[in-house]
């Protein structure tokens, strides 16, 4: 156990947080989403499980030890729903809110739609899977300096 480090942040989370540079971008996604096969197309090939936890408590705790990217307007992607393209879903501004809060300043999300949301969280770092069961849960964040 480290002091500082929620719970439910393991090893191997440290390790993909601390392997990233800025600018790479880390996919969270919900319970539903095709993580393995995903995760095996990304920089390092990981698909980390978060069991237990939802997307903003996962959010939360990886934003105590990773800044998100200042660079860009948006450091922050969801997926879209299908059926209420352009609408901010629940699920979607809990995580906004996080981020906001986490980076003390206001925080914009890019909508993705859905299938153009796959290519780029196979270009990411990694893949966390969250137990998210709210549907399109799916978020990637990009990294900032430290």
């Known amino acids: 156990m480290l002091k500082g480090v929620p719970p439910f942040i393991t090893a191997d989370m440290l390790w993909v947080m601390a392997s990233m540079g800025h600018g790479d971008e880390l996919a969270i ?25 939802d997307a903003p408590t996962a959010v939360r705790g990886i934003l105590q030890m990773m800044p998100l990217d200042t660079f860009g307007e948006t450091p922050l992607m969801h997926m879209e729903a299908v059926d209420a393209p352009g609408e901010l879903l629940e699920v979607h501004k809990d995580v906004l809110a996080v981020c906001s809060e986490a980076e003390g300043r206001s925080i914009a999300s890019q909508a993705v739609e859905r299938f153009a949301y796959y290519p780029i969280a ?10 998210e069961s709210r549907a399109y849960g799916n978020f990637i964040l990009k990294k900032g300096v430290v």
């Open 29 to 53: 996604v919900d319970r539903n989403f095709s993580g393995f096969r995903v995760a095996t197309q990304t920089t390092s090939g990981k698909l980390l499980i978060l069991e237990g936890v």
């Open 122 to 131: 196979m270009r990411s770092f990694a893949v966390i899977q969250t137990a």
